[in-house]
């Protein structure tokens, strides 16, 4: 037997963990949400420059103002920022004060932020308000090195992209600067922000949900009758560290992250490969990185966004990386409650998989009314189902080929 | 800053230079990048594979087009990463998508706005080009995208990460243009891409290295590392055997040093990822 290569170095663990999401901030509230099969997808107000007259998303409601002490800033002065600030920011800091790691001694604390698209953000809302940033010369440093300085971080700090799996290449990262020494924690996660632009881009692209006439029912991952998918914002974060030192200072720790695997197509800028053996390779190498065979995987969550092609083309790749193990997997993708994040959605759904791991229950896939033949799965449809869940893995895929796998196992 | 070579921390990681390439091309001659971006010895790219791509795509993909005829010796496989450090890529193309909007609205907004304009793009079109099935990611985006890119292909070199090699390919506009109402750039601005082909020192002969020490003490303004400069430095390195190292600041406190291929087999260090 080989000995793989999370055997050979200390684990690296989650002992913070901080979300706002379309299905509410806090973990248990969205914990609560997803076992529920809540949707947070809506009508949304469509402005002028709206692409449908009926606009839906799965949008973001409120974003809690950090406590001061946790980013020195008061409510007036967290409400003066950016959107896209506020919504790293928030949950950034919720993780930090949820992993209780002292940022005053001496500690060096890394950042890696999963975020593919700041600077399109900032140019258009800026364009949207008045501005003309995206004509000028300006070059200014980029959101995560705010977050650095505001968060007390004195690590490196960089921004990753892999377009929707961005920010599950932040944790991958940040599990590797903790590997090398390069940090003694890291915070990773990513987040991203509804915008007129980005909406109109996706639905030009005809990648993009048109059931505007039921938007809690429009995103149907797996669903023979799915669209397209519908697009979410929000952004989730989390602390990783040793588990020595977490141990050491009597940390809560909520799962290991086990397990990772990257790959790419090497085929399309936008469409997924048809063939599934990269993003097979993808999830087979993070098993294999955790240690654990196909069959002790207790639950899978999709990256399933409801697209036609990508679905069918996912289905394929577990089946191929699990082999025989996979028909009694529960497969399921969360999406269809929180629509699709973007950048921020990996993390989002290494969240869920830790909801599955501490509530013991998978998360369903809600809309799932009739499965496709194609996406042959142990699906969980419609309602949550009790299960036990200790090792469970996380898939995401991106425009560009991007193949992502994370292994979450219990503490 | 002085340049004091002396045995890098345990944490710090070296990677050897394989090859490299820089290229510099002003706005006016990017149509013609666009259309035949191979030069002689490299492969061909699939037809008009770039007409939909943002210039900084276009110059890093001649960049590593160069790297490769000149012999970047790093085969391609499944553990081959790609990094891709741009700073404001895309912002031609959105520029012109918030100029067609305001006029258009949401119907006219380009479908290739985030594919070819998003921070992943550049990484993600070399990948593709060439069929590459490593990790790729787009690193940074802003003034110190180098840097951030410099770490990020440490991180994927380091022990356990599973790639065997890493093209970094860092690109900006020399001078960040101002674009005019359509998002057209005005005057005649130069795009530029430094792409280095890297391994785990361990594994390579003697060749020029990068060790960047992610976790030197932190300064209070480092400087940008320029891209130029910094392919200064390795061409002359590697083409006319210069022997001082060359070393700068990294934004978060670490220290990125080049050491010529003379003096780098009397380091004694580092990690080597097997």
Same mark, same amino acid.
């Given at each position: 037997m080989t000995i793989s290569r999370r055997e050979r170095a200390e684990p690296v663990v989650i002992t913070g963990v901080g979300a706002v999401t379309p299905l509410g901030s806090g973990f248990d509230e969205i914990a609560d949400n997803l076992l529920a099969g809540r949707s947070g997808v809506r009508s949304i107000e469509p402005g002028r420059y709206a692409r449908e007259a009926v606009q839906f998303a799965a949008p973001v409601t409120a974003i809690p103002t950090p406590p001061a002490d946790s980013c020195g800033l008061d409510v007036d002065a967290f409400a003066a920022l950016g959107r896209l600030e506020r919504l790293c920011l928030s949950p950034a800091a919720s993780a930090l004060a949820d992993a209780g790691?002292? &940022? $005053?001694?001496?500690l060096r604390i890394g950042l890696v932020l999963g975020l593919g698209a700041e600077h399109l953000k900032t140019w258009e809302l800026d364009f949207l308000d008045g501005g003309d940033l995206a004509f000028g010369t300006r070059r200014d440093r980029t959101l995560v090195h705010r977050l650095a300085v505001r968060l007390g971080l004195g690590g490196p700090a960089i921004t990753v992209a892999a377009a929707c799996a961005s920010s599950g290449y932040a944790m991958a990262l940040g599990r590797s600067w903790i590997d090398s020494g390069w940090v003694d924690a890291c915070v990773v996660g990513g987040c991203d922000i509804l915008s007129p632009t980005a909406i109109a881009a996706f639905y030009n692209l005809r990648a993009l949900s048109r059931r505007g006439d039921d938007p809690a029912r429009a995103s149907r991952p797996f669903d023979a009758d799915r669209d397209g998918f519908v697009m979410a914002e929000g952004g989730a974060f989390f602390v990783l560290e040793k588990r020595s030192d977490a141990a050491r200072r009597g940390a809560r720790i &909520? /799962?290991?992250? $086990?397990g990772v695997g990257m790959s790419s197509d090497g085929v399309h800028m936008v469409i997924p490969s048809t063939d599934p053996v990269q993003a097979a390779r993808a999830i087979s190498t993070a098993i294999d990185d955790a240690g654990v065979?196909?069959?002790?995987?207790?639950y899978v969550n999709a990256? /399933? /966004?409801?697209t036609p092609v990508g679905d069918v083309a996912e289905a394929g790749a577990i089946r191929l990386a699990l082999g025989d193990a996979t028909d009694g997997i529960p497969v399921s993708s969360t999406k269809g409650m929180s629509g699709h994040m973007i950048s921020g959605a990996a993390a989002f759904e290494a969240v869920a998989c830790l909801v599955a791991i501490e509530r013991q229950a998978v998360p369903p896939t809600v809309n799932l009314d009739r499965p496709d033949e194609q996406c042959r799965l142990d699906h969980v449809p419609h309602v949550a189902r009790p299960h036990r869940v200790r090792v469970a893995a996380s898939n995401s895929f991106g425009f560009g080929g991007s193949n992502l796998c994370l292994v979450l196992r219990a503490a | 800053m002085t340049c004091i070579l002396e045995s890098p921390r345990p944490a710090a990681i070296a990677a050897a230079i394989m090859g490299h390439a820089y290229v510099e091309t002003a706005a006016s001659t990017l149509a013609t990048l666009r259309d035949a971006p191979s030069p002689s010895g490299a492969p061909a790219l699939p037809a008009r594979f770039l007409r939909h791509a943002d210039e900084h795509t276009v110059v890093a993909m001649r960049s590593v087009l160069e790297a490769i005829a000149a012999g970047a010796a790093v085969s391609a496989n499944d553990r081959v990463a790609i990094v891709a450090a741009p700073c404001q890529s895309g912002r031609v193309l959105a520029a012109r998508s918030l100029a067609q909007l305001a006029v258009g609205g949401a119907v006219t907004v380009s479908p290739h706005l985030v594919p070819q304009a998003s921070l992943h793009s550049v990484a993600g079109a070399v990948s593709v080009a060439f069929g590459w099935h490593g990790p790729h990611l787009g690193v940074g985006g802003g003034p110190d995208a180098l840097a951030e890119g410099l770490i990020a292909a440490a991180t994927l070199l380091a022990a356990g990460s599973g790639c065997d090699a890493a093209w970094l390919i860092a690109t900006d506009w020399q001078t960040e243009p101002s674009l005019d109402a359509d998002g057209g750039p005005t005057g005649d601005p130069v795009c530029r891409s430094l792409a280095i082909a890297l391994v785990p020192a361990?594994? *390579?002969? *003697?060749r020029p290295m990068l060790v960047l020490d992610p976790a030197a003490p932190a300064v209070d303004h480092a400087s940008t590392i320029d891209l130029a400069t910094l392919a200064r430095a390795i061409t002359s390195m590697a083409s006319a055997g210069e022997a001082e190292p060359w070393c700068a600041e990294c934004p978060w406190g670490g220290t990125l040093t080049l050491v010529p291929a003379a003096r780098a087999a009397n380091i004694p260090f580092l990690r080597a990822s097997a």
């Open positions: 790691l002292p &940022r $005053a001694g001496g &909520r /799962a290991e992250l $086990a065979a196909p069959c002790e995987v207790d990256h /399933a /966004a409801g | 361990a594994v *390579a002969g *003697a």
